[in-house]
Structure formats: C-alpha cells, structure tokens
C-alpha cells in the first residue's frame, strides 16, 4: 500500500457552470472514477474558503483575475468560489466520494490561499497531508484533477520537494490556462522532478 491517487479539487465552482470554472472540467470525472480502482489509497482534496475569504476580489472591490501583493507573495484575485458550504463548494455529483479514505480541505483560513494540497500559500503551513502520508506509508502519487496550471500544480511540486515519487496524469487533468499559466507549470513541474504522464 505505498501508491495514492491524489484527487484534486474536482467540485461544482470549477466545473462548467461554476463561479470559476475550468473549460471541460467535468469530462475527467468518468475517468478518475475508473481509475480509483487502481491505487491502494485515494485522497480528496476539497477548496474550502469562507465568505469574504482575501483571495476574492470582491474583498478588494478589485477585478476578478487581477493581482495583489500579499503578506506572503502575489496573490490571484478570483472569482468569489467554493464557499464552504455552498452547493458550488460540492464535488461533482458523479465523483466517486465514498471510495475516498481522505478528505482534505484547504483554504479555510481566511487570510491565506492554500493552492497546494500540502502548504498554504505562504509556503510554510502544512495542511497535514504529508504526515498522513507518512503514517499509511504511501510513497508514491498520482495527481489528477482542478486546474493543471494552479492546485495540481502546487500540489505536485510541493510533494516531489518532500521527496515524493510524483506523476500528474494529465489527460485527467484540465487547465485554467490564464496569461501563460499551463506552460509555465508544466516546466515548473518537469524541472521539480514531476513525471508528466
């Protein structure tokens, strides 16, 4: 039991229809679903914000999309999303919830965006996922899911710095794509160490 599939963030808000959504988001959830099977552990990561949280760029009276600094480095202003609680935060209705033997959530503090399933976005605080790794003895990854170019990407950096063996599936994946954002990750994740199946 030592290869997890990591599922990332594959939830209304980031589906079509969604306050932000990724263009064919839903067509990879038949596809994570099947490949569950596969893996000896499959872990959720679910973005969990609460109203008013300071990545909105509502918060700023900003436009969506724009950039502020923040106290930890540049921050994305988004969309207002994954409102905890909310029928946008849900996972897709057809995602196959029950074969999770984890769910994380992240970005619930409200002063700090939390991209990566492993660190918010200050870098520094964990969300615990790396320990519960540890413990279960799982030393492998393979990251699917919401956006290529931003949560699965940070995520899979994060976890081949840790010294996990990782590889994003990427045909399970989809791309927000935002001024360069999927190049840019897919080198940032080739020179990290990730394998881009």
Not at 3 to 23: K, R, T
Not at 66 to 88: A, K, R
Request: glycine share 10%.
């Amino acid at each position: 039991m030592t290869h997890a599939l990591l599922v990332i963030d594959v939830q209304n808000d980031f589906c079509p229809g969604g306050a932000l959504a990724v263009a064919g988001g839903d067509e990879i959830v038949a596809g994570i679903n099947t490949a569950m099977a596969d893996f000896d552990a499959v872990i959720l990561t679910q973005d969990w914000h609460p109203a008013g949280h300071s990545s909105f760029a509502s918060t700023h009276d900003a436009a969506p999309m724009s950039m502020i600094q923040m106290p930890y480095g540049p921050q994305v202003l988004w969309p207002d999303h994954c409102i905890q609680g909310t029928q946008g935060a849900a996972f897709h209705n057809q995602l196959h919830v029950d074969r999770a033997d984890l769910i994380i959530r992240k970005g619930y503090n409200p002063a700090i965006d939390s991209y990566s399933a492993f660190f918010e976005n200050d870098k520094t605080t964990p969300t615990g996922l790396e320990g519960y790794l540890r413990t279960r003895g799982i030393t492998t990854l393979t990251l699917v899911g919401l956006a290529t170019d931003f949560c699965v990407n940070y995520s899979a950096v994060d976890a081949a710095k840790l010294g996990f063996d990782v590889t994003v599936n990427m045909a399970l994946c989809r791309a927000i794509d935002f001024d360069g954002s999927l190049d840019a990750a897919k080198d940032g994740m080739a020179q990290a160490g990730v394998t881009l199946a």
